[in-house]
């Protein structure tokens, strides 16, 4: 069996928009609802993070840093656009710099889409999230045993 | 023959320290949640950790750090063999200390910043901790005329009993030693976020894993230094000593949630202040009343 969804870390990057997913994904991670409880801990290490959560959309002065967020953290890793903006800019997708939503940089495996995203959509996306990375996992070890 | 029975020591504490070592690591998890009003982690979180942790993919800044890192996991164990068959105290307190510097080479050899920091401040720490390391092995020399652990047992009463101040001093040093807030500059169990991570920001997957296993055996071994101090002729004292070591393991975790942590100048006055004065004035009359 898989471990990486017994204890699935996870970094969060607030690439732009108005914020409002932002808050949402932090108040899904505060005490109240008690993440820990999945071995969830919320790292601001991308190396040691295993889900990505990115909210708002890419544009032309943050897709280095989603990228390099992204290419510094360690496979196996799950990308989770949260909110509207995330999956494909939103409100602000005609803004004169937004290029569009995350997958317009890095590829994504999770959308949740909501504006601004529920915690409760946040939560259902990180299971899933959860899912992939297990699917990962093995791929992964199972690429190893092979090589 | 002391060879041999440090060799079997080594394997010994190599299999279990990590198993005691990640069910104390779970509990002090869930025990701080407790505290906080959650409901915490498995018990068992630690190990999922550091599983998953293994399955990752090994990935390293340089191909030197993960060679420091389990070098340093190999004198951690090392260290524990020495305490645990009785050896040399001295030796043991330079084998672990050598396992920290190695440990901190490893950390500045990646040349990230955030690491660095990290580094430094663990320096600051050993730095800080040192002295009264070193005063305790003197007192328990001075107690016991031998270096030897095994001499404890040699005792009418646990050396607890002529160098109680020491042992207040070492339980200060400990919060050092176990990186518990208000003493954990250079790598927080709790704040995942602050300075990156500290000293362990550029090591991840498997490397990381083994810096968590060599934790795991550092606060064994340091709760069976604690313990060291209730040892007497006398087979119970055994019993004694875990209870002893146990209440020290609670009292770490209460430290750890309800100070904040503090600048390294009050770390690094507060631990000579304090190692200067327990150990000074208890190796003072020991030696001259
Ligand atoms: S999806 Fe809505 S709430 Fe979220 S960042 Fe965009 S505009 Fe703000």
């Not at chain 1, 109240?32 to 040691?48: A, C, L, M, Q, S």
């Not at chain 2, 997957?205 to 313990?227: D, N, Q, R």
Request: hydrophobic residues 50%; negative net charge; glycine residues 8%.
């Amino acid at each position: 069996m898989a471990f990486a969804s017994k204890s699935p870390w996870v970094i969060h990057y607030d690439a732009s928009s108005c914020n409002g997913c932002d808050i949402e994904v932090l108040a899904a991670l505060c005490p109240g609802y008690d993440v820990e409880r999945f071995g969830i801990i919320n790292t601001g290490n991308p190396k040691h993070a295993d889900i990505f959560l990115v909210t708002g959309s890419v544009n032309e002065r943050n897709i280095d840093v989603v990228k390099e967020i992204y290419d510094q953290m360690v496979e196996p890793k799950i990308v989770v656009a949260c909110g509207i903006c995330a999956c494909t800019g939103g409100i602000f997708h005609d803004c004169y710099n937004v290029i569009g939503g995350v997958d317009k940089a890095i590829p994504v495996d999770v959308y949740a889409p909501g504006c601004a995203v529920r915690p409760e959509a946040i939560i259902d996306a990180v299971v899933q999230a959860i899912g992939i990375l297990d699917e990962k996992s093995k791929a992964l070890a199972a690429a190893r045993k092979g090589a | 023959m002391q060879i041999l029975i440090t060799v079997v020591g080594c394997i010994l504490f190599a299999v279990l320290a990590p198993v005691v070592g990640c069910l104390l690591a779970g509990l002090d998890r869930k025990i701080s949640a407790r505290m906080q009003g959650r409901v915490g982690p498995p018990l068992l979180q630690p190990y999922y950790d550091v599983r998953k942790l293994l399955e990752k993919d090994h990935v390293a800044v340089n191909s030197s750090e993960g060679v420091y890192i389990a070098f340093a996991l190999v004198f951690a164990i090392l260290a524990g063999g020495i305490f645990f068959t009785g050896g040399n105290l001295l030796m043991c307190i330079f084998v672990i200390t050598l396992s920290s510097l190695l440990f901190i080479v490893a950390a500045y050899s990646s040349r990230s910043p955030y690491a660095e920091v990290g580094a430094e401040r663990e320096t600051m720490q050993v730095m800080a901790y040192e002295p009264m390391v070193l005063l305790m092995a003197v007192a328990f020399f001075l107690v016991t005329g031998s270096f030897n652990v095994s001499s404890a047992f040699d005792q009418q009463v646990p050396v607890f009993t002529s160098i109680w101040l020491v042992f207040l001093g070492f339980l200060f040093i400990l919060t050092i030693k176990l990186r518990k807030s208000p003493f954990d500059l250079s790598y927080s169990h709790h704040a995942h976020q602050e300075l990156v991570k500290g000293i362990t920001t550029e090591m991840s997957g498997p490397t990381l894993a083994k810096v968590e296993i060599m934790h795991w055996c550092e606060s064994v071994l340091f709760l069976g230094w604690v313990g060291m101090f209730f040892i007497w002729g006398n087979p119970i004292s055994i019993v004694v000593a875990i209870v002893v070591a146990l209440v020290a393991f609670f009292l770490e975790i209460w430290i750890d949630n309800n100070f904040a942590r503090v600048k390294w100048q009050a770390l690094m006055t507060s631990a000579w202040v304090v190692a200067l004065v327990a150990g000074g004035v208890n190796i003072g009359i020991l030696m001259y009343l």
